[in-house]
């Protein structure tokens, strides 16, 4: 069975710096493709990362994507946090089939709250 | 980046009512979108990928379809646990965009 455990989230103020991160387990994360994706409370999905070199315009020079495959764990730096970075953030295995890529699974969510 | 535009926003239905929501893509996208459900307080779970296809697990009262930058989601007999938001997501290319959603409600 497919598990994604995130960590590390909490109130931080504006300016300030989180990492989460997030533990994966039931199936071969060395080879899987990973993001990050979060809602806004009462919000809709917004896609934030899926590797290093592809972020959202939103994030983008803010957040840092990596992983440690050794650890089975995808972490999320995320700097110069502004108040609308407060949201549940989901971490996603992306699977992939004839061409197409999806979010197979995710985890339960891991809330940031920035505010001063 | 590629716009979803989801329709309704909202609908309120019925136990066993047939639903349909759509969503329509500001370019081709070829076969690229899927389709989550997010009940309340719960993570979204993927239901349809690559517009038709049913993911493992899910009933067989789901299913999706395409036309061209149209794509469509139906229920077919709704049940106590659709009652919840729906999201569309394209995969055709970076950023991966989801629609704004659509909230099913009890009637």
């Known amino acids: 069975e497919v598990q994604l455990l995130e960590s590390g989230g909490g109130l931080v103020q504006p300016g300030g710096s989180l990492r989460l991160s997030c533990t994966a387990s039931?199936?071969?994360?060395?080879?899987?493709?990973m993001s990050w994706v979060r809602q806004a409370p009462g919000g809709g999905l917004e896609w934030v990362s899926g590797g290093p070199t592809s972020y959202s315009d939103s994030v983008k020079g803010r957040f840092t994507f990596s992983r440690d495959n050794s650890r089975s764990t995808l972490y999320l730096q995320m700097d110069s946090l502004r108040a609308e970075d407060s949201a549940l953030y989901y971490c996603?295995?992306?699977?992939?089939?004839?061409?197409?890529?999806?979010?197979?699974?995710w985890g339960q969510g891991i809330l940031v709250t920035v505010s001063s | 980046d590629i716009q979803l535009t989801q329709s309704p926003s909202s609908l309120s239905a019925s136990v066993g009512d047939r639903v349909t929501i759509t969503c329509r893509a500001s370019?081709?996208?070829?076969?690229?979108l899927n389709w989550y459900r997010q009940k309340p307080g719960k993570a979204p779970e993927l239901l349809i990928y690559?517009?038709?296809n049913l993911q493992s697990g899910v009933p067989s009262r789901f299913s999706g379809s395409r036309s061209v930058t149209e794509f469509t989601l139906t229920i077919s007999s709704l049940q106590p646990e659709d009652f919840a938001t729906y999201y569309c997501?394209?995969?055709?290319?970076?950023?991966?965009?989801f629609g704004q959603g659509t909230k099913v409600e009890i009637k």
């Open positions: 997501q394209q995969s055709f290319i970076s950023p991966r965009t």
């Open positions: 690559a517009a038709i």
């Open positions: 370019q081709i996208i070829n076969v690229f």
């Open positions: 996603v295995k992306e699977a992939y089939t004839g061409g197409s890529f999806y979010f197979d699974s």
């Open positions: 039931g199936f071969t994360f060395s080879t899987s493709a």
